[in-house]
């Protein structure tokens, strides 16, 4: 019914979070602090950079999952949006479906994207070991 709205909001948390160390980054570039803890994890990956992973990956999982509800009639264009809003009886399964079904996309899209950054530090600190080696 609306197990995308889930994803949904994590998307706009993380998007603006992702903003916030976009600018802590651009400032440390320009006092030229880019190596700071704060702004690059360990191997020199931005936090930016992953948050933008983990935002594409949730905005485009709600993308896939609003055309199927649109597709299924559960989401219409007019108000109250939701189909399952129009009955009050509704409204409660509605609300299990957002926290179990949401919840669970959502947890598996973050522990995804969370190994997907692990592998990704990894053969960024083997390529940095392989150039500096070459040196």
């Excluded at 509605?94 to 598996?108: D, H, K, N, Q, S």
Aim: hydrophobic content about 50%.
């Amino acid at each position: 019914m609306a197990c995308f709205l889930a994803p949904a909001a994590e998307a706009i948390i993380v998007s603006v979070i992702k903003k916030n160390e976009q600018r802590k980054e651009e400032v440390a570039l320009k006092n030229e602090v880019a190596a700071s803890a704060t702004t690059t994890s360990e191997t020199g990956i931005p936090w930016s950079r992953k948050l933008s992973w983990l935002t594409r990956m949730l905005w485009g999982g709600v993308f896939l999952l609003a055309i199927e509800h649109i597709w299924h009639g559960e989401v219409v264009p007019w108000p109250p949006f939701l189909t399952a809003m129009n009955n009050p009886a509704d409204i409660q399964p509605m609300l299990m479906e957002i926290l179990t079904v949401g919840g669970t996309m959502v947890l598996f899209v973050t522990a995804v994207w969370y190994v997907m950054t692990l592998v990704a530090d990894r053969i960024y600190q083997k390529s940095d070991v392989l150039a500096t080696s070459e040196k």
